[in-house]
């Protein structure tokens, strides 16, 4: 939704609740201790969460701000992130330890195929280049590439104990944080706490210092342990305008309003502060349930409540407006654009050899021919257990003999092709990364890939995965309710591989 419509839907519902109930609302900011540092005594006390008696733990606070940064040719964010929480049984001690993620500094030529083509969809580097570039001091290409740094900063973590009558707490060196790279695009910091036990209060706070000012990254307030109270609060320059959703059972209470923020160029410190415009974002979650992982709930960004942003537009000083949204349809030509999904589309399967020699071109039947296609393919390369968006050369993938899961679909897709077939990728989210909105089209959206022939009497969905299952079979991962066929010269359409599984 826009600003407007977003402001006015919060707004009412923020009435409505006031209306209803403004003594208890005054009651239920009061008790909210904010103060990081300083645990009160009844916090210290607390021996269980009288909303749910059996929770290990609870989220006494959440503080999140989010902070922009000007720059002569760009923007940085801040995410400062501040925790509380009670230990009341000791399966709670569990989170003493903490995981923060962020996504490491990786030149443009050494990033993964996929993550330039989500840079592509979220900002589309030509149209900026032929727009900006002109502008005098504005973002040129070179300049966006070389945004995509992040960092964990100013990390603090504390245990408070009672003994007695006295609080006393365990601060964690310096030199317990573990920084650890993941792969070559991510890492994330690790540390646990000292003595946490049942009735410890754990605090910590640091602050994910990030370059990639269009990627506003997820918010969820709620998780698998009650939070009593969880604010998100950001502003941001009203040259950045981003389409926000919020999500989950239990709703967040949220505002936008219009603000300023003023700044300073690092260019030109001697100058005065410059005020900016900007839209100032609140979102407030209070007495949240947990929510446990089960059955029917695949992720738990299905259910908790939070808030999620996709870039609408953009612009720098004095520069012009750069549009970053998207239909579906110019998504589907992105994809078909793309160096390593679209083109390899286009090109012919190492095995077409082996497929005439074995005739398999030669069977009249569509789908038994489509079958030993696959029956061909899945003889001479494995799935590794890995499920990717961005697939490999398919040389590549016949000489290791194996793959990810569109490693290995997209020689089955060239196979089929190459045997007469209309086969085509059919673009995905996992189930356990969470329901696939389609309000906001972006291409991060989509996790994988799996392989569709087209027939007249109906589609066939086959993936590396669920090779022993045959078509439409699907691993219960990749039974999407929603999903997007991607088709070459025609309009793509939206699928369901769940009503498909179930034929």
Same mark, same amino acid.
């Given at each position: 939704?826009?600003?407007?419509?977003?402001?006015?839907?919060?707004?009412?519902?923020?009435?409505?609740?006031?209306?209803?109930?403004?003594?208890?609302?005054?009651?239920?900011?009061?008790?909210?201790?904010?103060?990081?540092?300083?645990?009160?005594?009844?916090?210290?006390?607390?021996?269980?969460?009288?909303?749910?008696?059996?929770?290990?733990?609870?989220? *006494?606070?959440?503080?999140?701000?989010?902070?922009?940064?000007?720059?002569?040719?760009?923007?940085?964010?801040?995410?400062?992130?501040?925790?509380?929480?009670k230990v009341l049984k000791p399966d709670g001690a569990r989170f003493a330890k903490v995981v923060i993620p962020y996504l490491k500094n990786t030149p443009m030529d050494n990033r993964s195929n996929e993550s330039k083509m989500v840079l592509k969809?979220?900002?589309?580097?030509?149209?900026?280049?032929? !727009? *900006?570039?002109?502008?005098?001091?504005?973002?040129?290409?070179?300049?966006?590439?070389?945004?995509?740094?992040?960092?964990?900063?100013?990390?603090?973590?504390?245990?408070?104990?009672?003994?007695?009558?006295?609080?006393?707490?365990?601060?964690?060196?310096?030199?317990?944080?573990?920084?650890?790279?993941?792969?070559?695009?991510?890492?994330?910091?690790?540390?646990?706490?000292?003595?946490?036990?049942?009735?410890?209060?754990?605090?910590?706070?640091?602050?994910?210092?990030?370059?990639?000012?269009?990627?506003?990254?997820?918010?969820?307030?709620?998780?698998?342990?009650?939070?009593?109270?969880?604010? *998100?609060?950001?502003?941001?320059?009203?040259?950045?305008?981003?389409?926000?959703?919020?999500?989950?059972?239990?709703?967040?209470?949220?505002?936008?309003?219009?603000?300023?923020?003023?700044?300073?160029?690092?260019?030109?410190?001697?100058?005065?502060?410059?005020?900016?415009?900007?839209?100032?974002?609140?979102?407030?979650?209070?007495?949240?349930?947990?929510?446990?992982?089960?059955?029917?709930?695949?992720?738990?960004?299905?259910?908790?409540?939070?808030?999620?942003?996709?870039?609408?537009?953009? !612009?720098?000083?004095?520069?012009?407006?750069?549009?970053?949204?998207?239909?579906?349809?110019?998504?589907?030509?992105?994809?078909?654009?793309?160096?390593?999904?679209?083109?390899?589309?286009?090109?012919?399967?190492?095995?077409?050899?082996?497929?005439?020699?074995?005739?398999?071109?030669?069977?009249?039947?569509?789908?038994?021919?489509?079958?030993?296609?696959?029956?061909?393919?899945?003889?001479?390369?494995?799935?590794?257990?890995?499920?990717?968006?961005?697939?490999?050369?398919?040389?590549?993938?016949?000489?290791?003999?194996?793959?990810?899961?569109?490693?290995?679909?997209?020689?089955? *897709?060239?196979?089929?092709?190459?045997?007469?077939?209309?086969?085509?990728?059919?673009?995905?989210?996992?189930?356990?990364?969470?329901?696939?909105?389609?309000?906001?089209?972006?291409?991060?959206?989509?996790?994988?890939?799996?392989?569709?022939?087209?027939?007249?009497?109906?589609?066939?969905?086959?993936?590396?995965?669920?090779?022993?299952?045959?078509?439409?079979?699907?691993?219960?991962?990749?039974?999407?309710?929603?999903?997007?066929?991607?088709?070459?010269?025609?309009?793509?359409?939206?699928?369901?591989?769940?009503q498909s599984a179930k034929k």
């Amino acid at each position: 939704m826009d600003n407007s419509s977003l402001n006015m839907k919060l707004n009412l519902i923020q009435l409505f609740v006031l209306l209803l109930c403004p003594a208890y609302m005054a009651v239920a900011q009061g008790s909210i201790n904010m103060k990081f540092g300083k645990p009160t005594k009844q916090e210290m006390q607390m021996t269980t969460y009288d909303a749910e008696p059996d929770a290990d733990a609870v989220v *006494l606070c959440r503080l999140t701000d989010v902070e922009y940064t000007i720059q002569q040719t760009g923007y940085l964010v801040d995410y400062r992130e501040k925790v509380r929480i009670k230990v009341l049984k000791p399966d709670g001690a569990r989170f003493a330890k903490v995981v923060i993620p962020y996504l490491k500094n990786t030149p443009m030529d050494n990033r993964s195929n996929e993550s330039k083509m989500v840079l592509k969809t979220v900002l589309d580097v030509g149209s900026v280049s032929s !727009s *900006l570039d002109e502008q005098s001091g504005a973002m040129t290409t070179d300049d966006l590439e070389n945004y995509s740094e992040e960092s964990i900063e100013d990390l603090k973590a504390t245990a408070y104990n009672l003994r007695g009558s006295k609080v006393v707490k365990s601060v964690l060196k310096k030199d317990a944080f573990v920084d650890k790279k993941i792969d070559e695009q991510h890492g994330q910091v690790e540390f646990t706490l000292h003595d946490v036990e049942v009735g410890t209060v754990i605090e910590y706070e640091y602050t994910l210092h990030s370059q990639l000012f269009w990627l506003l990254h997820d918010w969820f307030a709620q998780g698998e342990i009650p939070v009593v109270y969880a604010k *998100l609060d950001m502003n941001i320059p009203r040259y950045l305008l981003f389409n926000l959703e919020e999500h989950g059972i239990q709703r967040l209470m949220c505002s936008c309003t219009s603000s300023n923020m003023r700044y300073k160029l690092e260019s030109d410190p001697l100058a005065a502060p410059v005020v900016m415009p900007s839209n100032h974002y609140i979102c407030v979650g209070r007495d949240l349930k947990g929510v446990k992982k089960g059955d029917g709930v695949w992720s738990m960004q299905d259910t908790c409540a939070g808030v999620t942003a996709d870039l609408k537009h953009f !612009s720098m000083r004095g520069a012009a407006v750069v549009d970053c949204t998207r239909t579906w349809e110019q998504i589907d030509a992105m994809i078909l654009e793309s160096e390593d999904l679209g083109k390899q589309l286009n090109e012919h399967s190492p095995l077409a050899g082996e497929l005439k020699e074995a005739k398999i071109t030669e069977i009249a039947d569509p789908r038994q021919r489509a079958e030993a296609v696959a029956k061909l393919v899945f003889d001479k390369v494995k799935w590794n257990g890995r499920y990717e968006l961005s697939p490999a050369e398919t040389e590549e993938t016949l000489k290791n003999q194996g793959g990810s899961n569109v490693d290995v679909n997209m020689l089955l *897709l060239q196979s089929l092709n190459d045997a007469g077939l209309t086969a085509a990728p059919v673009m995905l989210r996992m189930r356990d990364q969470g329901v696939l909105t389609t309000d906001f089209p972006a291409l991060r959206k989509y996790t994988t890939f799996i392989v569709a022939v087209v027939l007249p009497q109906g589609n066939l969905y086959l993936d590396a995965s669920s090779v022993n299952g045959g078509f439409n079979a699907l691993a219960a991962l990749l039974q999407a309710d929603k999903a997007r066929l991607v088709l070459k010269d025609k309009k793509g359409q939206w699928v369901s591989l769940q009503q498909s599984a179930k034929k």
